[in-house]
C-alpha cells in the first residue's frame, strides 16, 4: 500500500463542534484514482492538508510508502505527496508562472547539490509540462494577476513538475472552462501516479475514479465502487450531495 491512515481524527483548535474529520481509515494503492465526495463542510480539504502534515489538529496514524508521518519525516512524505490547494492563491507565491513551477525542483536539486545539467533538465521538464497543459503562452506572466483557470492549471503543473506518488487535487476541475477541464481529465487519466481527487465534480469522479471516499459530516461514510455510490440517490441525499 501507498498510503495507509487509520484512526485519523481533527479536531480544529478554537472549535467546540464536532470534530472536522472523525476516526477516518482506508488504504491507497500504488497508482490507484480514488476520488472523495462530499458536501461543502464534509472534511475533504482538511483530510487533504492532514496528509500532508500540515494541521497541529491531526491524530491518528498517517503511513506512506512505509514511513510514519511524524516531525522528522516530513520531508522524506512531502517528496512523496504533492497537493494542489483548492485556492490556487494559495499556492502561486512566486513573481511568475515559470518561477513557480520550477521552484520546487530547483529547490530540491539545490538541497542534493544541483548542476548544470540539471538546471537545464528542470527547465525542460517545466516547459513540457506547461506545453501539455495547454498554457505555454502564460510561461512568463505573473502569476497573480491571471484568471482562476489559468491559476489553477499553473498550480497543477507546479506540482505535476515534481513528480509525487500520490497527487492530492483539491478541486481540480474548478474554475475550468470546458476545454481546459477536458485536458485536465485526459492528463489525470493518463498519471502512473496515484491520485485522490476531491470534487463535486461527479462526472469527473467516475470518468477517472473507479474508486470513491465519501465523507459525510468528518465521517467516512462509504468507500467502494464509484459507479455504485453515486447511483445509490438515497445515499447521496444522506450525505447532502
Ligand atoms: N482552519 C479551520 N479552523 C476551524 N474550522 C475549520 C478550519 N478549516 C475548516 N474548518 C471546518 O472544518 C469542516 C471541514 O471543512 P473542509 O474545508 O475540510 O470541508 P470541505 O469538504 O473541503 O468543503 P468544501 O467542499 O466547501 O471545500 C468545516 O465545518 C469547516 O468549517
Ligand atoms: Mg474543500
Not at 30 to 46: C, D, M, Q, Y
Not at 128 to 146: E, F, P, T, V, W
Not at 201 to 214: K, P, S, V
Amino acid at each position: 500500500m501507498l498510503l495507509n491512515v487509520s484512526g485519523l481524527s481533527v479536531l480544529y483548535s478554537g472549535s467546540n463542534e464536532d470534530p472536522a474529520l472523525k476516526d477516518l481509515t482506508f488504504s491507497i494503492d500504488e497508482g490507484e484514482k480514488v476520488a472523495l465526495l462530499g458536501a461543502n463542510g464534509a472534511g475533504k480539504s482538511t483530510l487533504m492538508l492532514s496528509l500532508l502534515g500540515i494541521l497541529d489538529a491531526a491524530i491518528g496514524k498517517i503511513e506512506v510508502d512505509g514511513v510514519i508521518l511524524e516531525k522528522k519525516s516530513l520531508p522524506l512524505i512531502r517528496r512523496r505527496l504533492g497537493l494542489l490547494f483548492q485556492d490556487p492563491d494559495d499556492q502561486l507565491f512566486m513573481p511568475t508562472v515559470y518561477d513557480d513551477i520550477t521552484f520546487g525542483p530547483q529547490n530540491y536539486a539545490e538541497n542534493t547539490g544541483a548542476s548544470k545539467e540539471i538546471t537545464e533538465k528542470i527547465n525542460e521538464d517545466a516547459d513540457k509540462i506547461l506545453k501539455k497543459l495547454g498554457i505555454a503562452h502564460l510561461k512568463d506572466r505573473m502569476s497573480h494577476k491571471l484568471s482562476g483557470g489559468e491559476k489553477r492549471l499553473a498550480a497543477l503543473a507546479s506540482i505535476l513538475v515534481m513528480e509525487p506518488r500520490l497527487l492530492l487535487m483539491d478541486e481540480p476541475s474548478a474554475f475550468l472552462d470546458p476545454r481546459a477541464r477536458r485536458r485536465l481529465i485526459s492528463i489525470i487519466e493518463s498519471l502512473p501516479n496515484a491520485c485522490l481527487i476531491a470534487t463535486h465534480d461527479l462526472d469527473m469522479a467516475l470518468n477517472l475514479c473507479a474508486r470513491c471516499l465519501l465523507l459525510h459530516k468528518g465521517r467516512l461514510r462509504a468507500d467502494g465502487a464509484t459507479k455504485d455510490i453515486i447511483a445509490d440517490k438515497k445515499l447521496l441525499d444522506e450525505c447532502g450531495l
